[in-house]
């Protein structure tokens, strides 16, 4: 990426000190944003303020909580003196706490999975729309998905809380795009396959999914994804370059939804492999 692309906007990352968030706190920055970033680690967060610099702030939260994404939004606005755009990361899998095929999943496993992937969601969504109506003028909201939305992999992924949430913020993200248009508030999502942050760990330690993705993402050899393969399209979901895009879903997943995969049935496939990311 070169250029300014989104001088003098004003960032906030919900789960922004590791992964597809810290790459993307990179990205804004890099193009001119100021950035504020949540993260519950405080070290990391000191980590990334003390890389990206002056125009990088820090909280220190939890996006489960209601008022974390509202706080932090009237932080940045105290530090840069306004608000421009939200980008939600911050969820995970609940594969240890009971997510999984759908007659396993535990109570526990659907609440926690839940809570971590679509409350967070809801409050940062909720708290990013009021305070642009607020300001009076409009901005970008997007939004982490999976394609597991919407493209299963039930051999290695099956964990179907999990999938349930991230179609359900395709859901809240197209509603709320209809509904606030009017305000210029903008609501789309991206959708990444397989990508290499500390969330695929399981994964990238197995050799048996690494070679189903293999063919499953064919795209420029044929590789698991790195969080940089998404910055470009955050960047410009988030900056006014998408101005006229609202209420879509990107997926970035190295061709894996339109593809379909191949097994090596020599490999044994052992049950604790059938889970998600």
Not at 132 to 152: C, E, K, T
């Amino acid at each position: 990426m070169n250029g300014q692309r989104l001088k003098d906007k004003v960032i906030v990352i919900i789960g922004g000190t590791s992964g597809l968030g810290l790459s993307a706190a990179r990205a804004v920055v890099a193009q001119g944003a100021s950035v504020l970033v949540v993260g519950r680690d405080q070290d990391k967060c000191l980590a990334v303020q003390r890389e990206l610099g002056s125009r990088c702030r820090f909280n220190v939260g939890d996006a489960t909580r209601p008022g974390t994404a509202d706080f932090a939004i009237r932080c940045a606005i105290d530090a840069f003196g306004d608000f421009h755009g939200l980008y939600h990361v911050a969820g995970g899998s609940g594969r240890s706490r009971g997510d999984g095929p759908l007659h396993e999943i535990s109570d526990e496993g659907w609440r926690f999975t839940v809570e971590l992937n679509l409350d967070s969601l809801f409050f940062s969504n909720r708290a990013a729309a009021q305070h642009f109506l607020r300001l009076g003028h409009g901005g970008s909201i997007l939004n982490m998905s999976s394609v597991l939305a919407d493209s299963p992999s039930p051999r290695y992924f099956a964990t179907h809380t999990y999938a349930a949430t991230k179609a359900a913020a395709v859901g809240l993200t197209k509603s709320a795009a209809a509904y606030y248009a009017k305000q210029d508030i903008r609501f789309n999502a991206v959708a990444p396959a397989l990508v290499d942050t500390p969330l695929a760990a399981r994964a990238m330690s197995n050799k048996n999914i690494l070679g189903y993705v293999a063919t499953k993402q064919p795209l420029d050899g044929g590789r698991v994804g790195v969080p940089q393969d998404l910055d470009d399209a955050v960047v410009f979901l988030l900056s006014d370059e998408s101005r006229f895009v609202t209420g879509q879903v990107l997926a970035i997943d190295g061709g894996w939804s339109v593809t379909e995969g191949q097994y090596n049935e020599s490999i044994e496939d052992p049950k604790e492999d059938n889970s998600t990311q």
